[in-house]
């Protein structure tokens, strides 16, 4: 997965529970980003950061928060998780958005 | 608002080639054209993209006609692990906060090999 790690790659919540997942990477590209796939659809992008202490909205950014403090970490949080968010999460990152390479993803279910 | 339409599925035996076609009408100049694969549970893998004309590479071809409303992506001699999803996607080569929406996923080609 070209350089991409996603912790946890597993993870059951409650309605209204908080997490946070992590995406490192050591490759040292400046683009990294959040996606969301559930069953039989395509990725929807949450949130994108096109570098250090930069972060930028998606697709569907309702409900979940970022952070890129750190070049090789982006954060993607939940702060009160719901059923809707149930879905596998994958991060990726690029030089540019044309050419991105993606993490092993992390399957998310809120009960 | 759907930027690039493919065909949602497409069956092929081990050993032929496999052509899948994606239709962007609105494709603006500085696009390029961008091809993922991705198996079940597995985040995508970028495959091969282009900009006009014809890409090739140690997986697949790219071809791409003068007038860059559609392309084809050609997948030689196909086998039982090229069983996966393709996603055509057609943005920028630089994201930015006015561009994002341009570079999407859609439902992708289900690419189903039998031998």
């Known amino acids: 997965n070209a350089g991409v790690t996603q912790t946890p790659k597993f993870r059951v919540l409650k309605t209204g529970q908080s997490m946070t997942l992590l995406c490192a990477q050591d490759?040292?590209?400046?683009?990294m980003y959040w996606y969301r796939q559930d069953p039989g659809m395509g990725l929807r992008l949450i949130h994108y950061?096109?570098?250090?202490?930069?972060?930028a909205k998606g697709e569907v950014p309702d409900g979940y928060n970022v952070s890129r403090l750190k070049k090789q970490n982006f954060l993607l949080g939940l702060e009160s998780a719901a059923p809707s968010q149930t879905s596998v999460y994958f991060c990726?990152?690029?030089?540019?958005?044309?050419?991105?390479?993606f993490g092993p993803g992390t399957r998310l279910t809120v009960t | 608002l759907a930027k690039t339409t493919q065909p949602i599925s497409m069956d092929s035996y081990e050993g032929q080639e496999v052509n899948i076609t994606c239709s962007h009408n609105?494709?603006?100049?500085?696009?390029?054209i961008t091809w993922y694969q991705q198996f079940p549970s597995q985040g995508p893998r970028f495959i091969i993209q282009?900009?006009?004309t014809k890409v090739t590479n140690e997986v697949a071809s790219l071809f791409i006609p003068a007038d860059r409303k559609s392309s084809t992506l050609s997948l030689p001699r196909v086998s039982l692990s090229d069983t996966a999803v393709y996603y055509c996607?057609?943005?920028?080569?630089?994201?930015?906060?006015?561009?994002?929406?341009?570079?999407?996923f859609g439902a992708g080609t289900q690419v189903v090999v039998t031998p």
């Open positions: 996607l057609v943005g920028p080569p630089i994201m930015t906060t006015d561009s994002w929406g341009k570079f999407q």
């Open positions: 609105n494709i603006a100049t500085n696009d390029y």
């Open positions: 990726a990152i690029g030089l540019a958005s044309y050419e991105q390479y």
């Open positions: 950061s096109v570098g250090e202490g930069t972060t």
């Open positions: 282009g900009y006009k």
């Open positions: 490759m040292n590209h400046e683009y």
